[in-house]
């Protein structure tokens, strides 16, 4: 493995941070610095522990920012002080254009270069390599300094946000589809007409398998739920600025802060390989015995 001179620093080692140091180390990054508020996170593999965000940033020449929607700006704001040295500062976060734009002000005033990052697909698949849109006047040369890592990028034009609109809008739908799923599909487990359900939904919207389809889009909710809650809170900020009141926008964030809750009393097993009548199940069984909310 050859190795690349290139340092990285990360903010935020949850899932999609973790995956990222692992794929960076695979690619021979030199070295690879995090900081999380979560300290413990930071033991699982693939980066060296920093006492702050700013001082995981002062030794990078690239800076991941992957924490949850609700923290994204103060996240771009803790980097104050660590960013004199003009390092790119890449937000792969799930905010909306102006959120977006508030960071960048922020990195810019702080001395770094902001790449807006939408990112376009689900990150476990394909980690690093997971189709992102790039934005702001440093995209390009962010683009070309990571052509060893085989990323896959595309640079949109236009003013800081627009990538972000894409992915934001297309939230609507993909978590959407979520949210629709899971209340349709326990429903119908309730009155036993899942398959009948499944069967027309098969006619009405081809798919080679809705059955399938249906226990992994249920699953992620259920597992990753209070982090699209938050992105759908962002999304609905999207919709509003752009005049269309975020009616279902806002009931996707709730149903999908609901599904974390109750994802988190289910066996974690049962929720990566799904099974969807078990899992509906599991579900309503955790349903019987949890408040309707907390």
Same mark, same amino acid.
Request: overall charge negative.
């Given at each position: *493995?050859?190795?690349?001179?290139?340092?990285?620093?990360?903010? $935020?080692?949850?899932?999609?941070?973790?995956? &990222?140091?692992?794929?960076?180390?695979? $690619? +021979?990054?030199?070295?690879?610095?995090?900081?999380?508020?979560?300290?413990?996170? @930071?033991?699982?593999? $693939?980066?060296?522990? /920093?006492?702050?965000?700013?001082?995981?940033?002062?030794?990078?020449?690239?800076? &991941?920012?992957?924490?949850?929607?609700?923290?994204?700006?103060?996240?771009?704001?803790?980097?104050?002080?660590?960013?004199?040295?003009?390092? &790119?500062?890449?937000?792969?976060?799930?905010?909306?254009?102006?959120?977006?734009?508030?960071?960048?002000?922020?990195?810019?005033?702080?001395?770094?270069?902001?790449?807006?990052?939408?990112?376009?697909?689900?990150?476990?698949?394909?980690?690093?390599?997971?189709?992102?849109? !790039?934005? $702001?006047?440093?995209?390009?040369?962010?683009?070309? !300094? *990571?052509?060893?890592?085989?990323?896959?990028?595309?640079?949109?034009? +236009?003013?800081?946000?627009?990538?972000?609109?894409?992915?934001?809008?297309?939230?609507?739908?993909?978590?959407? @589809?979520?949210?629709?799923?899971?209340?349709? *599909?326990?429903? /119908?487990?309730?009155?036993?007409?899942?398959?009948?359900?499944?069967?027309?939904?098969?006619?009405?919207?081809?798919?080679?398998?809705?059955?399938? !389809?249906?226990?992994?889009?249920? %699953?992620?909710?259920?597992?990753?739920?209070?982090?699209?809650?938050?992105?759908?809170?962002?999304?609905?900020?999207?919709?509003?600025?752009?005049?269309?009141?975020? @009616?279902?926008?806002? /009931?996707?964030?709730?149903? #999908?802060?609901?599904?974390? #809750? #109750?994802?988190?009393? !289910?066996?974690?097993? %049962?929720?990566?390989?799904?099974?969807?009548?078990?899992?509906?199940?599991?579900?309503?069984?955790? *349903?019987?015995?949890?408040?309707?909310?907390?």
């Amino acid at each position: *493995m050859t190795t690349n001179s290139t340092r990285f620093a990360i903010i $935020g080692f949850g899932e999609v941070g973790g995956i &990222f140091a692992r794929d960076l180390r695979a $690619g +021979g990054a030199g070295a690879i610095r995090a900081w999380d508020i979560a300290a413990p996170a @930071l033991e699982r593999a $693939g980066a060296d522990a /920093a006492a702050s965000a700013p001082e995981a940033a002062q030794s990078a020449d690239v800076i &991941f920012i992957s924490v949850t929607a609700g923290s994204a700006l103060a996240a771009a704001e803790s980097l104050a002080g660590g960013l004199s040295h003009r390092p &790119f500062v890449v937000d792969v976060n799930s905010v909306s254009p102006a959120t977006k734009q508030a960071a960048a002000r922020a990195v810019e005033a702080a001395g770094g270069r902001y790449v807006e990052a939408a990112v376009m697909a689900s990150v476990p698949p394909k980690g690093l390599r997971s189709p992102m849109l !790039l934005g $702001g006047p440093h995209a390009a040369a962010f683009m070309e !300094l *990571m052509e060893p890592f085989g990323m896959d990028l595309k640079v949109f034009p +236009g003013e800081i946000g627009k990538a972000s609109s894409v992915k934001m809008c297309r939230s609507v739908m993909v978590k959407g @589809l979520e949210a629709l799923t899971t209340e349709c *599909m326990l429903a /119908a487990r309730h009155y036993g007409v899942e398959a009948d359900v499944l069967r027309s939904l098969s006619d009405t919207l081809p798919h080679e398998d809705w059955r399938r !389809l249906a226990g992994y889009v249920i %699953s992620r909710a259920l597992l990753h739920g209070k982090r699209r809650a938050e992105e759908m809170r962002e999304v609905a900020r999207t919709v509003d600025e752009a005049g269309v009141e975020p @009616l279902l926008s806002r /009931a996707i964030a709730e149903r #999908q802060d609901w599904a974390g #809750q #109750q994802g988190r009393a !289910l066996p974690r097993e %049962s929720l990566l390989k799904p099974e969807l009548e078990p899992l509906l199940d599991s579900l309503t069984e955790a *349903m019987r015995h949890r408040p309707a909310a907390e």
